[in-house]
């Protein structure tokens, strides 16, 4: 097992380990020992095949449990699901020391960290991710939110869990695109900050070791997240081919996956800095041939301006510019403020 402690406003462990989800009840009587009931959130697919087992374990552990499940998916992460969420949190009368498990992937950890963080003006949560995308990411620096009708993420809040346990075994019941698709956040780590770990996964491929690798992302992740907590300049990088994945996402009405969505707008950007002269060839090749190498699709039919128009609303967008994260050498990327009206151009450069 591996520990990596994240010292930000309120500190907490995350736990990487085969065989964690049966300590939870034990971590969490350690952690909070006022709690006397816990709520697990969990979705559609991820309580059928987990559930029972984080009841178990929080039961064991002298805890009363309730859970509120939902139907799995991005549509799950709006408004009417929080309001329910927040009703049943209230009507089983839990306390300011009782907590939240978010048990399942980062629709469900954002969900129900945003209720920890509203609820009562905020009560614990401990994350659970069982998705690779949840665990190398979303679970971990305290981000929490739901979507509006006028975009994704729109509420939200920081919110630090008080424990994440991943527990690398949950992801072998993903089917294989999910998997992949957060091998697209996980290649993001090595792209922006390691270039030996870029170069063990390129030649690993889909086959590296679990526990190490979330572990390499969540120590990354970290590290940034600790100097930047509340995503004010620094943290920005996480969001490498992020602002034109997420238009890419949108412009497939979300039938496109995250992560498949994050791989084209990397490539995007990566095209589009070697044609400015930003970056080498090599380094747009080596990000284009590891992505090709996870099976992860580089190219969209989407046009320029329609990933201009998705991108002008993107929350990095500050005045008249928005910031493009841009690739100088691998494991070395920077911050790159580009006017808005330069970014339609940029974007065609790279398609
Ligand atoms: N997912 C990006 C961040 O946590 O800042």
Redesign the pocket.
């Known amino acids: 097992m591996k520990t990596v402690h994240v010292s930000t406003s309120n500190g907490y462990d995350v736990k990487i380990g085969s065989g964690l989800l049966d300590t939870l009840g034990s971590h969490a009587v350690r952690l909070l020992p006022r709690a006397r009931k816990v709520c697990i959130v969990s979705d559609s697919n991820v309580w059928p095949l987990y559930g029972s087992r984080a009841q178990k374990s929080l039961e064991a552990a002298g805890l009363e449990v309730v859970f509120f499940v939902f139907p799995a998916g991005e549509a799950s992460k709006c408004g009417a699901t929080y309001l329910k969420l927040l009703g049943f949190l209230a009507e089983h009368q839990l306390t300011r020391s009782d907590f939240i498990a978010a048990l399942g992937g980062g629709v469900v950890g954002d969900l129900a960290g945003f209720a920890a963080a509203t609820y009562l003006r905020g009560i614990p949560f401990i994350q659970l991710p069982t998705t690779l995308l949840a665990a190398v990411?979303?679970s971990?620096?305290g981000?929490t939110a739901i979507d509006l009708p006028q975009g994704k993420n729109l509420a939200g809040a920081f919110c630090q869990p008080s424990l994440v346990l991943c527990d690398p075994d949950l992801l072998c019941s993903l089917p294989g695109e999910i998997f992949r698709d957060g091998c697209a956040e996980v290649i993001k780590y090595g792209i922006l900050y390691d270039r030996a770990f870029f170069a063990y996964l390129t030649e690993q491929g889909m086959d590296f070791d679990r526990e190490a690798v979330i572990a390499r992302c969540v120590e990354l992740?970290r590290d940034?997240?600790v100097q930047d907590e509340f995503?004010t300049g620094l943290?920005m990088k996480?969001?490498l081919g992020h602002t034109i994945g997420h238009g890419v996402e949108a412009q497939s009405d979300f039938t496109l996956s995250h992560g498949c969505s994050v791989a084209i707008g990397t490539a995007i950007v990566a095209r589009a800095a070697a044609a400015y002269g930003l970056c080498g060839a090599e380094v747009r090749d080596a990000i284009l041939h590891t992505l090709k190498h996870f099976d992860l699709p580089i190219h969209t039919d989407c046009t320029a301006e329609a990933l201009y128009k998705s991108a002008l609303s993107d929350k990095k967008r500050s005045g008249g510019s928005v910031s493009l994260i841009i690739p100088h050498q691998i494991g070395d990327c920077v911050i790159h403020p580009m006017p808005v009206s330069e970014i339609e151009a940029f974007i065609k450069a790279g398609l």
């Open positions: 990411d979303s971990v620096g981000k992740k940034v997240v995503d943290r996480l969001n």
